[in-house]
């Protein structure tokens, strides 16, 4: 407890000398957002300041080992270092889905090797990694994806589609999907890495209902990926037609994160806010619209309980391995609802598209942005059969 | 605190449930005691057995014989009697009662802690004055009398108020009828004259009474803490029956939905199992998260409880408030899921809806407490 407390305060300190004020801002726009990767420019000097100043300490993905650029941070270091960086607001310096998604599944089944090259570069923010899982006709059932590798000895030649890929169209890496086995459905399928500035990778994004285009249809046309990148550093993780292993532990992750289990924003009560949010406009919040509220809060302060419970289980081993499709389920209806009280406390306010006001309609951008919460990384009806299925054991399903 | 029971709570879980599905099963407990027109509406043979196992004493300080456990552990026990229906003093006795005399005097405390510990004494607690839970608002009143005071008004849904050997009493000694001060609390003994109970069965089969002080006398060492100070001990008492009451219902909600899923691997109709419908499936899963959140937010009201924490109380809040919702979906689900079974008196199913039902109002519903939780939050 004592260590803990002088961690605290070492943390503190330096995050009083290494966060520049203005990383001490909500993220207002999507520009706000440092992605990192081959093309990514700086915003301001703040913005890279504190990204090198979290590389250098191995902030940028505390848990992980120093080896991999890493603060080899503990778990209940890693909370100190969150809450700190929340008590000043600090804006987090990279976001990736290297840290969120493939580092973890490199952390668990990557060689030495493959370690000790992607997870530097995802913690240095060097590569940006996008996802190819989803394909026009594998959606939620992801395993008949068709997108298919044929081998040719040191290499594949790999050919087919990927859609909602986020991002793709920055990213400078892929981790994907590829059925290299057409007789053996689950165990046919390889977890792949490769450059998307490889010959025969386009890609073209789909704008949403919020505005935005973050996603893209993704095509492979006779892409050659070779199978190695060099001494213990193959191309794909896992073992050859092992990938649904890979994939799905990541899905796990995803599901965790997309969840807000961590207790993030999602987990929030949001009364207070609204109440004070509507003094300030001059507005009222009628009495039906604070009961909604209050019950909002019920729900979603008992949701960060969960997580929080959800949380320590899993670091002792407790929780179901399903648990975190529970978790996914509840977090993202709830992140929705969030999200429709927003809009009625605003009002025809709210819902100004293009206005200083709203800074260009955030609340209405993310308002829509919160319906793909229970469908990206899984629907809400797909987590319920996996509970139906893998924890309440019904028949059938 | 890691939110998940320790290992000796763990044990602890195990031995309860075990004992309390053993000797507090519905067969044994509810439908035996409802089927003899049992005035009492528990049975005092399992109160005992529950002492013997050290259920009845767990928050009262070791100081004075009882185990000294918290609200953690009272609340394992109180989940297996929600899960078994079992009727018992539990709540009111060992909850409620016993934190009200953790803050009486040392002579109220040997008068009646022994027989608390030991089963033979059962505690009830007379608060609500109207059919709504409205402790803010207290017009019983306690006037001075020589050394003591004379207690007048009238109290409504006092669980188990007939059978017990002693209820607290929120009255009031000064003040208007809505000031939190002036308040006083007191241990009325069973026989005190001028006291009578209207008992009525409800529709979980407990009784309640209406009970009506008439110039009741009562010696100034009946006075639980300080005189016209009393709102501090009847809000630690009351936070503390919710947090239980929370637990309880958690027990109401996972018994009702163990029910349904089993039901839901057995019934066949359309030649398949129901079991294997998806629009069965989806609503049992719904409602395990559920019931999983509701679990998990209880166990962190109790340890904030435990812990002294100013939280304490907005998370009792949301505690009870998250299960009230959660358990009636359980039973309202379980019934439905069953069929036409479901509503016949020989399945159990339908008594999880009647005790949800009961419990839900006890000590403030869903509505109550989310008009608190916004109260407290400051909207
Ligand atoms: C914002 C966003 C970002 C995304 N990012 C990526 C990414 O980076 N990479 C990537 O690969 N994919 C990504 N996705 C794709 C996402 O994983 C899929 O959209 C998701 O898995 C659902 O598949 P689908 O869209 O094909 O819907 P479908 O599978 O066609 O589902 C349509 C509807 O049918 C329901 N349904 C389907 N099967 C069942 C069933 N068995 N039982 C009951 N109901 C069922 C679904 O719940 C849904 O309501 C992203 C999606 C979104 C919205
Ligand atoms: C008060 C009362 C009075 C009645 N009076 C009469 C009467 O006078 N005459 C008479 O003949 N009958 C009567 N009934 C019987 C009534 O018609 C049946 O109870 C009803 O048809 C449901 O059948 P079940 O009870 O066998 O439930 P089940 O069919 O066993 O259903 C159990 C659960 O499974 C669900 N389920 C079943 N099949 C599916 C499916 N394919 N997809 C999704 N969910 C499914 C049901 O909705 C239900 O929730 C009465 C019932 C009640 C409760």
């Known amino acids: 407890m004592a260590d803990l407390e002088n961690f605290r305060a070492e943390t503190r300190a330096w995050l009083e000398a290494n966060c520049p004020p203005e990383m001490r801002e909500p993220v207002r726009g999507e520009d706000d957002i440092y992605w990192g990767g081959r093309n990514a420019t700086f915003k301001n000097d703040a913005q890279k300041a504190w990204l090198e100043a979290c590389v250098a300490k191995g902030y940028t993905v505390p848990m992980w080992p120093k080896e991999y650029g890493g603060a080899g941070l503990s778990a209940p270091e890693a909370k100190v270092l969150r809450e700190e960086m929340g008590r000043i607001n600090a804006r987090p310096p990279l976001s990736s889905f290297g840290i969120w998604m493939l580092g973890p599944a490199l952390l668990h089944f990557g060689t030495e090797g493959q370690k000790q090259r992607f997870l530097n570069e995802i913690a240095r923010g060097e590569i940006r990694w996008c996802q190819g899982y989803s394909e026009p006709g594998s959606g939620s059932d992801l395993v008949s994806l068709q997108t298919f590798g044929e081998d040719k000895g040191d290499h594949w030649v790999v050919n087919g589609q990927k859609i909602w890929t986020s991002y793709a169209d920055q990213a400078d890496w892929i981790f994907c999907l590829v059925r290299t086995d057409k007789e053996n459905k689950y165990g046919g399928i390889t977890f792949m890495l490769f450059d998307m500035a490889s010959e025969g990778v386009t890609t073209k994004p789909i704008k949403l209902i919020s505005g935005s285009s973050p996603f893209c249809e993704t095509f492979f046309d006779n892409v050659s990926v070779p199978k190695s990148y060099g001494d213990d550093v193959p191309a794909y993780v896992g073992t050859i037609n092992r990938g649904w292993d890979v994939a799905k532990y990541l899905l796990g992750h995803e599901r965790e994160m997309i969840s807000g289990a961590d207790g993030g924003e999602r987990a929030a009560a949001i009364g207070a806010a609204m109440k004070r949010h509507a003094a300030k406009t001059g507005d009222d919040i009628d009495p039906v619209l604070r009961a909604e509220l209050a019950m909002f809060d019920v729900d979603a302060l008992a949701y960060a309980a969960m997580g929080e419970k959800f949380l320590d289980e899993i670091k002792v081993g407790k929780a179901h391995p399903a648990q975190p499709n529970m978790m996914k389920y509840a977090g993202t209806e709830l992140n929705k609802r969030r999200h429709e009280l927003v809009m009625a406390v605003g009002g025809s306010r709210a819902l100004e598209w293009e206005s200083e006001a709203t800074e260009n309609g955030k609340p209405s951008k993310a308002w829509l942005r919160t319906k793909a919460n229970s469908i990206e990384g899984g629907t809400s009806e797909v987590m319920l059969n996996v509970i139906a299925k893998r924890i309440l054991d019904l028949p059938g399903a | ?379």
């Open chain 2, 1 to 379: 605190m890691p939110l998940y029971h320790n290992d000796d709570q763990a044990m602890l879980a195990d031995t309860a449930r075990g004992f309390i599905a053993e000797e507090g099963n519905i067969a044994k407990q509810l439908r035996h005691w409802r089927d003899r027109d049992c005035k009492d509406g528990f049975g005092h043979g399992l109160w005992k057995q529950m002492a013997e196992m050290g259920f009845t004493g767990m928050l009262v300080d070791e100081a004075d014989g009882g185990l000294g456990m918290g609200h953690v552990e009272a609340g394992i026990v109180l989940e297996e009697i929600g899960r078994n229906l079992t009727p018992s003093p539990f709540l009111t006795s060992s909850v409620l009662a016993a934190t009200a005399l953790k803050h009486g005097s040392d002579d109220l405390k040997g008068r009646y802690l022994p027989g608390l510990i030991t089963g033979d004494s059962v505690f009830a607690v007379a608060i609500d004055e109207t059919a709504k839970h409205r402790p803010e608002r207290i017009t019983t009143r306690a006037e001075k009398s020589g050394n003591g005071f004379k207690l007048s008004g009238a109290k409504s849904f006092v669980i188990q108020g007939a059978s017990a050997d002693m209820i607290v009493v929120a009255a009031r000694t000064s003040g208007a009828d809505d000031d939190a001060d002036g308040i006083t609390l007191f241990a009325v003994p069973k026989d005190a004259a001028g006291m009578s109970h209207d008992a009525v069965r409800l529709v979980d089969s407990s009784m309640a009474t209406h009970t009506k002080f008439d110039g009741v006398e009562l010696d100034g060492d009946a006075v639980i803490g300080e005189i016209d100070g009393g709102r501090a001990v009847l809000d630690a008492m009351l936070l503390a029956g919710r947090v239980g009451a929370a637990a309880e219902g958690v027990g109401v909600a996972r018994g009702a939905m163990d029910m349904t899923v089993d039901y839901l691997k057995q019934r066949k109709q359309f030649g398949k199992l129901i079991g294997e419908f998806q629009a069965l499936q989806h609503r049992a899963s719904h409602l395990y998260s559920e019931v999983e959140i509701a679990r998990a937010v209880t166990i962190k009201a109790q340890q904030l409880l435990d812990g002294g924490s100013a939280n304490a109380e907005l998370m009792a809040s949301v505690a009870k408030a998250k299960v009230a919702k959660t358990a009636r979906l359980a039973v309202q689900e379980g019934v439905q899921m069953h069929g036409g079974i479901g509503m016949t008196d020989e399945y159990d199913i339908g008594l999880y809806m009647k005790r949800d039902r009961a419990l839900a109002e006890f000590l403030g519903d869903a509505y109550y407490h989310a008009n608190r939780v916004a109260e407290l939050s400051g909207y």
